[in-house]
């Protein structure tokens, strides 16, 4: 990723585009923002980076007009403004990109553009004058959008290009986007980097939310630390690193390296042959597969997100059926048997779903409701046809203690714990039922840096104990740092094997890309 | 962070429903004003009637032990994430099974026939509800449609039995004959008697404590059981569900036979307690309040007993009033009892939105830390 050189520093005397001065602002006992002071110059672009739950989402909404702040000033190119909803942040010159895209999926491209500015009671002359205010806008940024293909069709990263078009068309100078990279393919990010950059030499001043280090390191100018509602440091980028930015946030030195020792495989736990799996267009979006996974390994699966990792894990999960093919564990079939996610669960295969939110837990249950969730049958946690209140309770503790859950409270609600919590009491579920092969789909999306570093410590732990893994990350890093042996898929098929001696991001990147692996001698 | 702020559980249980209640009566005396009548003359009536003699309290709760019935029937579907507009032909077909129990095996000892006609009525309750419910899990057919249109047919098929099969030969109301006196319900005035103690005869029954008791039963069913804790999630999420291997069409199924059989329990009050043989309409829209009593109860058994008094007390005090003041008739009754049940149920979300944002800025503004 070459760095291009950085936009001319604004002159000095010229006011930032946007500067916070002593933000505040408290949620009940949760002092969220600590007098936050906080300035971006036009022509620049600035990092926002801290752990989850360190207080940057809410000092966007402030920004953004979402909350209000109990205390501060917010000034736009040096003059004090009064943001009290989304609508006067706009005004004012401020546009936002969530992370969860706002757009209409029914509607084309244009239309979601002009929503809510459409300019008169009919649309045919709004809509012309959009058009070609976004043919400008394309030219100027490089933001190439089908104005007219309807959004659901887009690629993710195609939809977030239409949320900044958005913002450019409503007037925005300061540019604000939370985590826009988490979902977001490699190139994809790559390719909004670019975007980024060029926002930047245009004026624009770009605000990066971000827990990722990487990103601050490629595109930004400045970064500023928050740890606990506070900023802690406040750096150009130039002048820090990862390792530095990284101590920041956690307030301790963390290894973003995970320390292993080589793997060493034994017999084979599960095998899968030929596995098809077709979607309900009867389209095969898991063309004939085959490997296995030995005791003691790791097994990584790399790909682009959507070529058929996430189809993979549901098959052989149990959670999505196969057409065809073969998953022998414990020596059943588990195709031929139709094994139901609770049937191989107890012949120890266990999983930990790519979107936890979606699948892996019930956000508005108890943490104690979720740590026994798919093991609730268990003769541990039943008395005599009843729950047993006491042991679920004495369960999640044990869990949270282990592994560190934070707040340690079992009856609190799901939602209420950040991600890298959330995830931690998943991993610790399914962990403590002492699998023997256990699958993991994104074991560290949206989880904060400190949380990574425990999850890659126990999932190597787990893999000394003799215990098989297969990965899937669409983070190469992560696949990079945890696997012994790489597969990579393409297509719904797996076009490459290498061990992790031999992988390198090139090569991996390649096949990602559809480009066979020569056969080694 | 951004998580909405929530209502802490006195507010969410007791203020919330309390401000849709008053709004209700706002509104409700409006409209009485209007007719020419003082509201506030007319609400005291409505209270008294209600609440303030022996006679009132017994058809308050007599009225309530069919929204017990029905409200837990919604609230054990809602948990599976399921909207049962059915409670009103599964309680009909439900009456049935518990009216034919009555009616053929009538004679045998009392202690006998209460057992089979409980069941009696659960079965064909749940059998009503059981065909909707198929249709959901394995054909996708949405319940809210099918079980509306399952009180259609309910209604066409109880009017056939009751025209053409059921009805005591020889005369012209579509009615079955009496049960025999072994297959009436204990009224309550009989069962205080026995302890002593005087009370005025009203249609209050043992279906009273049997509602309690089923009021009980789906308390520890949904919130003590491994069973309700899988209707649970597969309600609150069905992917979650899939993964933890529990099959969403099998809880579909499951909820809404219990659904079905919570309902049958409404001939048990209606018929064995009340009225003594099967007639036309007896559930009388009672599956419908059942709708409004689950939602104001917040789905909880506790909230739906308290919330099954409530509309209880709206029907007994109405009565009251139109025998009391003649400008307020039937018909306004109903419009009142609808506006309660418009409020409570329908827009209870309404007043939410201000409440937290209220609560939210008190919070802030002491700022504990």
């Given at each position: 990723?070459?760095?291009?050189?950085?936009a001319?520093?604004s002159?000095p005397d010229?006011?930032?585009?946007l500067?916070?001065?002593?933000?505040?602002?408290r949620?009940?006992?949760?002092?969220?923002?600590r007098?936050?002071?906080?300035?971006?110059?036009?022509?620049s672009?600035h990092?926002?980076?801290?752990?989850?739950g360190?207080?940057?989402?809410t000092l966007?909404?402030?920004?953004y007009?979402?909350?209000?702040?109990d205390s501060?000033e917010?000034?736009v190119?040096g003059?004090?403004?009064?943001?009290g909803s989304p609508q006067q942040a706009i005004?004012?010159?401020?546009?936002?990109?969530?992370?969860?895209?706002m757009?209409?999926?029914?509607?084309?491209?244009?239309?979601?553009?002009v929503?809510?500015?459409?300019?008169?009671a009919l649309?045919?002359?709004g809509l012309?004058?959009?058009?070609a205010?976004?043919g400008?806008?394309?030219?100027?940024?490089?933001?190439?959008?089908?104005?007219?293909?309807?959004v659901?069709?887009?690629?993710?990263?195609?939809?977030q290009r239409?949320e900044i078009?958005k913002a450019l068309?409503?007037?925005a100078?300061v540019l604000?986007?939370d985590?826009?990279t988490a979902?977001?393919t490699?190139?994809?990010?790559d390719?909004?980097?670019?975007?980024l950059?060029?926002?930047?030499a245009?004026g624009?001043a770009v605000?990066?939310?971000?827990?990722?280090?990487?990103?601050?390191m490629a595109?930004?100018?400045r970064?500023?630390?928050m740890?606990?509602?506070?900023?802690?440091a406040?750096?150009?980028?130039r002048?820090t690193?990862?390792r530095?930015?990284?101590e920041?946030?956690?307030?301790?030195?963390v290894?973003l390296?995970v320390?292993?020792?080589p793997?060493?495989?034994?017999?084979?736990?599960?095998s899968v042959?030929?596995?098809?799996v077709?979607d309900?267009?009867g389209?095969?979006?898991?063309?004939?597969v085959s490997?296995?996974?030995?005791?003691?390994?790791?097994v990584?699966?790399?790909g682009?997100?959507g070529?058929?990792q996430?189809?993979?894990?549901?098959?052989?999960a149990?959670?999505r059926?196969?057409?065809r093919?073969e998953i022998?564990f414990?020596g059943r079939d588990?195709?031929r048997?139709?094994?139901?996610?609770?049937?191989?669960r107890?012949l120890?295969?266990a999983?930990v779903?790519e979107d936890r939110?979606r699948?892996?837990v019930?956000?508005g249950f108890?943490?104690?409701?979720n740590?026994?969730l798919?093991?609730?049958d268990?003769?541990?946690f039943?008395?005599g046809g009843?729950?047993?209140?006491?042991?679920?309770?004495?369960a999640?503790?044990?869990?949270m203690a282990?592994?560190?859950?934070?707040?340690?409270q079992?009856?609190?609600r799901?939602?209420a714990f950040?991600g890298?919590?959330?995830?931690?009491?998943?991993?610790?579920?399914?962990?403590?039922?002492?699998?023997q092969?256990?699958?993991?789909?994104?074991p560290t999306?949206?989880?904060?840096?400190?949380?990574?570093?425990?999850?890659?410590?126990?999932l190597i732990?787990l893999?000394?104990?003799?215990?098989?893994?297969?990965?899937?990350s669409v983070?190469?890093?992560?696949?990079?740092?945890?696997?012994?042996?790489?597969?990579?898929?393409?297509?719904?098929e797996?076009i490459g094997?290498?061990?992790?001696?031999?992988a390198?991001?090139?090569?991996?990147?390649?096949?990602m890309?559809?480009?066979r692996a020569?056969?080694?001698? | 962070?951004?998580?909405?702020?929530?209502?802490?559980?006195w507010?969410?249980f007791?203020?919330?429903?309390?401000i849709?209640?008053?709004?209700?009566?706002?509104?409700?005396?409006?409209?009485i004003?209007i007719l020419?009548e003082?509201?506030?003359?007319a609400?005291k009536?409505?209270a008294?009637?209600?609440?303030?003699t022996?006679e009132?309290i017994?058809?308050?709760?007599?009225y309530?032990?069919?929204?017990i019935?029905?409200?837990?029937?919604?609230?054990?579907?809602?948990?599976?994430?399921?909207?049962?507009?059915?409670?009103?032909?599964?309680a009909y077909?439900?009456g049935l099974g518990?009216?034919l129990?009555?009616l053929?095996l009538?004679?045998?000892p009392f202690w006998?026939v209460?057992?089979?006609?409980?069941?009696a009525?659960?079965i064909f309750?749940?059998?009503?509800?059981?065909?909707?419910?198929?249709l959901?899990?394995?054909?996708?057919?949405?319940?809210?449609i099918?079980?509306?249109?399952f009180?259609?047919i309910a209604a066409?098929?109880?009017?056939y039995?009751?025209?053409n099969?059921?009805?005591?030969p020889?005369q012209q109301?579509?009615?079955?004959?009496e049960?025999?006196t072994?297959a009436?319900m204990?009224a309550?005035?009989?069962?205080?008697?026995?302890?002593?103690?005087?009370v005025?005869?009203?249609p209050l029954?043992l279906?009273f404590?049997?509602?309690?008791?089923?009021a009980?039963?789906v308390?520890i069913?949904i919130?003590?059981?491994?069973?309700?804790?899988?209707?649970?999630v597969?309600?609150?999420?069905?992917?979650?569900?899939v993964y933890a291997?529990?099959s969403?069409?099998?809880?579909?199924?499951?909820?809404?036979?219990i659904?079905?059989?919570l309902?049958?329990?409404?001939?048990?009050n209606e018929?064995m307690?009340?009225?003594h043989r099967?007639?036309?309409?007896f559930?009388?829209?009672?599956?419908f309040v059942?709708?409004a009593?689950?939602l104001m109860?917040?789905?909880?058994?506790?909230?739906?007993?308290?919330?099954?008094v409530?509309f209880?007390a709206l029907?007994q005090?109405g009565?009251?009033l139109s025998?009391?003041?003649?400008?307020?008739?039937r018909?306004?009754?109903?419009v009142?009892?609808g506006l309660?049940?418009l409020l409570?149920?329908?827009?209870?979300?309404?007043?939410?939105?201000?409440l937290?944002a209220?609560f939210?800025?008190?919070?802030?503004?002491k700022?504990?830390?």
């Open positions: 990723m070459s760095k291009e050189p950085a001319p520093p002159t010229a006011p930032p585009a500067e916070l001065c002593g933000i505040d602002k949620f009940g006992a949760v002092h969220a923002n007098a936050i002071t906080f300035a971006v110059a036009a022509g672009s990092g926002l980076i801290g752990e989850n360190a207080g940057k989402s966007m909404n402030i920004v007009g979402f909350h209000c702040a501060g917010i000034r190119q003059r004090t403004v009064e943001i005004a004012a010159g401020i546009g936002m990109v969530h992370q969860h895209f757009l209409v999926e029914n509607f084309t491209v244009l239309e979601n553009v929503l809510g500015v459409e300019g008169g649309l045919a002359g012309a004058a959009a058009r205010e976004l400008r806008l394309a030219r100027d940024y490089g933001l190439e959008v089908p104005l007219d293909a309807v659901s069709e887009l690629s993710v990263g195609l939809q239409v078009l068309y409503r007037g100078e604000i986007l985590e826009p979902v977001l490699p190139h994809e990010a390719q909004l980097f670019a975007m950059r060029r926002l930047r245009q624009k605000i990066l939310v971000t827990h990722k280090l990487r990103e601050i595109v930004t100018d970064v500023t630390v740890k606990q509602g506070a900023v802690v406040e750096v150009a980028t002048e690193s990862p530095g930015l990284a920041h946030m956690v307030g301790r030195a290894l390296q320390e292993k020792r793997a060493q495989p034994g017999a084979e736990l599960l042959k030929a596995l098809e077709r309900r267009l389209v095969a979006r898991l063309k004939s490997f296995n996974l030995r005791a003691g390994e790791i990584g699966i790399a682009v997100a070529n058929g996430s189809e993979l894990l549901e098959a052989l149990g959670t059926a196969a057409s093919g022998s414990g588990l195709v048997e139709q094994l139901d996610p609770r049937a191989r107890a120890g295969l999983h779903p939110l699948m892996g019930v956000a108890s943490a104690a409701d740590a026994i798919g093991y609730h268990a003769a541990r039943n008395r009843l729950r047993d209140e006491a042991a679920i309770r004495a999640c503790a044990a869990k282990e592994f560190d859950v934070r707040p340690p079992p009856e609190l799901l939602a950040s890298g919590n959330q995830q931690k009491l998943v991993l610790a579920r399914e962990i403590d039922a002492d699998p092969v256990l699958l993991i789909g994104q999306r949206g989880v904060d840096i400190g949380a990574i570093e425990f999850i890659h410590k126990r732990a893999r000394d104990a003799g215990k098989a893994l297969l990965l899937v983070e190469l890093d992560e696949i990079l740092a945890l696997a012994d042996r790489i597969l990579v898929m393409n297509g719904g797996i094997e290498l061990a992790r001696a031999d390198t991001e090139e090569k991996i990147g390649l096949m890309a559809g480009v020569e056969v080694s001698p | 962070m951004s998580a909405p702020a929530k209502l802490p559980r507010a969410e007791g203020l919330l429903p309390l849709n209640l008053a709004v209700a009566l706002v509104v409700a005396g409006v409209i004003k020419g003082s509201p506030l003359a609400f009536l409505m008294t009637g209600a609440l303030g022996q009132g017994g058809y308050t709760l007599y309530a032990t069919n929204f019935f029905t409200g837990l029937a919604v609230a054990v579907a809602y948990h599976a994430g399921l909207f049962n507009i059915g409670a009103e032909g599964q077909i439900g518990t009216g129990v009555c053929y009538g004679t045998w006998v209460l057992p089979l006609a409980v069941l009525g659960a309750g749940a059998a009503w509800a059981f065909i909707p419910a198929w959901q899990a394995r054909r996708g057919s949405h319940i809210v099918t079980t509306i249109m009180n259609f066409a098929l109880m009017t039995l009751l025209v099969v059921l009805i005591k020889g109301s579509p009615e079955t004959r049960f025999s072994n009436v204990p309550a005035h009989e069962l205080f008697d026995k302890m002593g103690i005087t005025v005869a009203t029954n279906a404590g049997l509602a309690l008791v089923a009980v039963g308390w069913f919130w003590r059981t491994r069973w309700g804790f899988a209707l649970r597969a309600g609150a999420n069905s992917a979650a569900a291997g529990i969403p069409p099998r809880i579909i199924v499951g909820a809404m036979l659904s079905g059989a309902a049958g329990g409404l001939g048990l018929l307690g009340s009225q099967i007639l036309m309409d559930p009388s829209g009672a599956g059942g709708i009593v689950a109860g917040r789905n909880q058994p506790v909230g739906i007993v308290v919330a099954a409530l209880g029907y005090g009565s009251q025998f009391d003041m003649p400008k307020i008739n018909d306004m009754v109903v009142i009892q309660v049940i409570c149920g329908a827009m209870e979300n309404v007043f939410r939105a201000p937290t209220l939210a800025r008190v919070r802030s503004g700022g504990i830390e």
